[in-house]
């Protein structure tokens, strides 16, 4: 039986609950939004089966990948409407046209993240583009096995802890199953992107033209599209863009449908700024059980980052992927696609993204951040990252300690060219 004495031993796989045989496991979101699972005692037979699928109790070994290379897209459109290089959209249109199933995460209809599963060419859009909110699996692992039980070939996307429960569900090697991981900074709260995402109609309505004519209930804007990713103004400096459509009305009546939207760079936009300070990821984040290649995958998708020092041919802003081949099987499978490539070392590729094996560090702002949102709601977003900044005071002082401890330095290093021997020969 699952029991969890802390909460940073579990990564929400959803494994444990796949795998009993009872359907004695539920997962219940927490005051944050993570989703854990909760045992009903009352039917579980305590045959173990939920332990032994857990990657975090059951972890794997490290491992370097086989190969590694930068890529890109040959396609500008889709590579544009990637997060990287437009890796994912190749492979997956492989496995697709072989006839079988790709699993992704994708938004649905209320704008919150899980995992789903699509037969055709188009359905792969959803699955294209980051998505930085853990997704609910639902029962995408069972369904998994379903598909790999009649035959089909299954690519089966997803965060590296995902890929580790998912494995360690089904319990063995499967021919016709490719697995792919990325390179993963952590996932953020459920619960503070729903907040977030309820508060972009505000932002949108701030957007609209004043001489608009809106409802008078004061209805939308609806939201109709969210990119984490947005490259309009580079892959480096990426954007998260919304936007939405509202109803405008004339002589009281609905007149037409206006669409409104705003963009903002990743530097700047709320959410992103708190995500990327480590505020509120789910606390097994901070002690991965999946990096440095754990998870098991074939292979491991991520933006190059420091492409342009490694290898600065292949940078040309709108994106380029890393690729790390981590199998024979997902070795086999890159070689089969056409896509311009330069294999670089591991050791190049791990400069620019140490997260490939390094976990986000947890602080005390972690704990400040969420005793503020109890009261402040999102606004604690910024009232903690403003306390995680340095005053100009502060930044005055440490640029005079480091010019201090310089000066000394070179004193130190005067006095003893002076005060050697072998100057004092020379005299």
Known sequence: MIRLSQKQDCCGCTACVQKCPKQSIRMEADEQGFLYPQINKNTC??????????????????????STYAAINQDTDIRLKSSS???FYLLAKKIIEEGGVVFGAKFNDRWEVEHGYTETLDGLSLFMGSKYVQSSIGESIA????????????????????????????????????????????????????DYVNDIPLRLKKTTKKNL?????????????????????????????????????????????????FRECFTNNLFMKGFLANLYLRPSCYSCPAKSGKSGSDITLGDFW??????????????????????????????????????????????????????????????????????????????????????????????????????????????????????????
């Open 45 to 66: 037979i305590d045959c173990g089966l939920c332990e032994k699928v857990c990657p975090v109790l059951n972890f794997n070994d490290k491992r370097v990948p086989l």
């Open 306 to 427: 420091g492409i342009q020092n490694v290898m600065p041919s292949m940078d040309d802003d709108k994106g380029t992927s890393l690729v790390m081949l981590n199998t024979e099987k997902g070795r086999q499978i890159f070689n089969t696609i056409t896509c311009e490539k330069k294999e670089v070392s591991y050791s190049k590729a791990l400069s620019g993204n140490l997260a490939i094996e390094q976990s986000p560090q947890k602080t005390q702002y972690v704990t400040d951040f969420w005793k503020c949102y109890s009261t402040e709601g999102l606004n604690a977003i910024s009232l903690t990252i403003n306390k995680m900044r340095p005053s100009q005071l502060a930044r005055i002082k440490n640029r005079i300690c480091n010019l201090y401890r310089l000066i000394i330095k070179r004193l130190h290093s005067i006095i003893k060219i002076k005060t050697s021997p072998y100057t004092k020969n020379r005299k």
């Open 143 to 194: 369904k998994v096995l379903e598909f790999l039980k009649i035959g089909r070939a299954v690519l089966f996307s997803g965060t590296p802890c995902q890929i580790a429960g998912l494995r360690k569900f089904l319990g063995k090697e499967y021919a016709q199953l490719l697995t792919i991981d990325i390179v993963c900074h952590g996932v953020p709260s459920p619960k503070i992107w729903k």
């Open 85 to 87: 290089g437009g890796m």
């Open 213 to 261: 004519v809106l409802s008078p209930l004061n209805e939308g804007p609806i939201v109709t599209g969210i990119t984490f990713r947005n490259k309009y103004n580079g892959w480096k400096k990426y954007s998260f863009t919304a936007k939405g459509n509202v109803l405008t009305y004339q002589n009281s009546e609905p007149s037409s449908t206006y669409e409104i939207s």
